[in-house]
């Protein structure tokens, strides 16, 4: 059971995520959670103050984000011993934040490995906060620190887990705790290398690691609980009426996430898949909502698409060879850059001599600074990069109805500009590249075309919170 950052971020909250946790108590339940919303934001910036403005400045700006962790304590009611005993643990954290907050502006130097080392408190500060409230409501939690059990590899702020490693561990150390009748409880996107080092596994990767360890675990069920009542018909803010779908395959999930439908992260459904285990997404206020179940074969509905994912902020970039180049040799220059500046292709067309390459853009965390890639793939080509694009995608059942549902989204895209609409890798999802700047409309357009009729029943639950 994963709780995401608004889940927990504050004391009643909490409290509900507890009282769900105790409801599925015969289940032999794991948790996961998610640093307070907007947590990880602010302890990314606390480093890059320390090393550009000083330490007091870098302190000014941990004091808020260490007082709303004290105001959730103070309102959590807890007897004064266990409040005691928490408000030590915080304060000590907070001096840990503050040494290495120190260290980066004496040395003038910030690593991608200090980073992580800091963004981990996050997730420490809202599991020391969720054991407490736990505790004093009697379910019987233990915390395990994801570092015991999480081994990465070393690529800091995107770190890769060794799964055998984690099975071996969390058999080792979770089944015990469940076996004893107690609740394992441990943070979300962290672990650490095998020397101990503090590693993040990507922004907002709590999901995997929620999936990660059903997978490890054989859980019978991996559930996200979050902010909405399950997968909508579309995540984007400019469309009203959103439906709620209860049904999806695991494909149909990953090219969602993917494609930027936030509400999974992208790697959440790989471990799902390897251990067939069903993920559910839940609403956090509403746990009685049916929410969104993916399996490997949901019931046929027919239904050719279920959701629109958007994407923002990628970039495209058209490559042109300089001189003439066998098209063998451009795509050998092409992915050594790809590999040297580790950067993230979405989706890819090519006709003859030409490219167009879609990426993401380096995200909030990511180090990437994308000049020297741009220069790189300058010198061997024309090249004419947008970096304000966005990536609209209709997914759903498609095989057999891709043409006449590519027809019906084409018909009202004819005011968009399409870089690339793209069909083919997955029969699950039909990709429209356009600028930023028409996503709204073009995801309001096809909304409508697609889902104005779609009735509540079957496939299509309300998206309404009742709380
Ligand atoms: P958490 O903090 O629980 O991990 P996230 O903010 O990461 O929550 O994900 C939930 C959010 O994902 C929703 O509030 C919604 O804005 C966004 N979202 C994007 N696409 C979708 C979609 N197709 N279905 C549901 N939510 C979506
Ligand atoms: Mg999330």
């Avoid at 490995?113 to 800091?118: E, G, L, N, R, S």
Wanted: glycine share 8%.
């Amino acid at each position: 059971m994963k709780f995401g950052g608004t889940s927990v971020q504050d004391a009643a909250r909490i409290r509900a995520a507890v009282s769900i946790v105790q409801r599925h108590r015969d289940q032999q339940p794991v948790v996961v959670v998610s640093a307070i919303a907007g947590a990880t934001r602010e302890l990314l910036i606390l480093g890059t103050t320390a090393l550009e403005q000083g330490w007091q400045a870098a302190c000014a700006l941990l004091a808020p984000l260490e007082n709303r962790h004290r105001g959730i304590l103070a309102d959590l009611g807890l007897d004064a011993p266990a409040k005691r005993e928490v408000g030590d643990t915080i304060t000590r954290y907070a001096e840990e934040i503050e040494a290495l907050l120190k260290g980066i502006a004496l040395l003038k130097q910030l690593t991608a490995q200090t980073q992580d080392t800091i963004l981990g408190y996050g997730e420490r500060f809202s599991t020391l906060l969720f054991e407490a409230a736990a505790r004093s409501s009697g379910l019987d939690v233990e915390t395990v620190d994801a570092a015991t059990i999480m081994i990465t590899d070393a690529r800091f702020r995107e770190a890769r887990p060794d799964r055998s490693e984690l099975q071996a561990r969390s058999a080792a150390t979770i089944l015990p705790i469940i076996l004893g009748g107690r609740v394992p409880l441990t943070q979300g996107f962290i672990g650490a290398t095998r020397d101990g080092l503090p590693t993040t596994m990507g922004f907002e990767a709590s999901d995997y690691t929620a999936s990660l360890l059903g997978a490890a675990l054989g859980a019978g069920e991996i559930q996200i609980w979050t902010d909405v009542v399950g997968m909508l018909t579309t995540g984007h803010p400019a469309v009203e009426d959103v439906k709620c779908v209860r049904e999806l395959s695991f494909a149909e999930a990953a090219e969602l996430s993917l494609f930027g439908a936030k509400v999974l992260h992208p790697k959440t459904v790989e471990p799902a898949i390897d251990g067939n285990i069903p993920v559910r997404v839940m609403h956090a206020a509403n746990p009685d909502a049916p929410g969104t179940t993916i399996i490997a074969t949901p019931t046929p509905t027919g239904v050719p698409v279920k959701s629109i994912a958007v994407k923002e902020q990628v970039t495209t970039l058209r490559l042109h060879p300089l001189h003439p180049t066998p098209s063998h040799e451009s795509a050998r220059v092409i992915a050594e850059i790809v590999d040297r500046y580790e950067l993230s292709p979405i989706l890819i067309t090519t006709s003859g001599h030409r490219m167009l390459w879609v990426f993401d853009n380096p995200g909030l965390g990511a180090a990437t600074d994308p000049s020297p890639a741009l220069a790189a793939f300058g010198s061997h080509f024309e090249t004419t990069c947008d970096p304000d694009c966005a990536i609209v995608s209709l997914v759903g059942e498609l095989t057999e109805r891709a043409a006449s549902t590519l027809a019906r989204a084409l018909r009202v895209l004819t005011d968009t500009t399409l870089h690339i609409a793209s069909h083919g890798p997955s029969d699950a999802s039909l990709s429209f590249v356009m600028p930023s700047h028409q996503a709204a409309d073009a995801v309001k357009k096809l909304h409508d075309e697609f889902f104005a009729g779609a009735a509540l029943g079957g496939l299509f639950t309300s998206a309404e919170v009742s709380s």
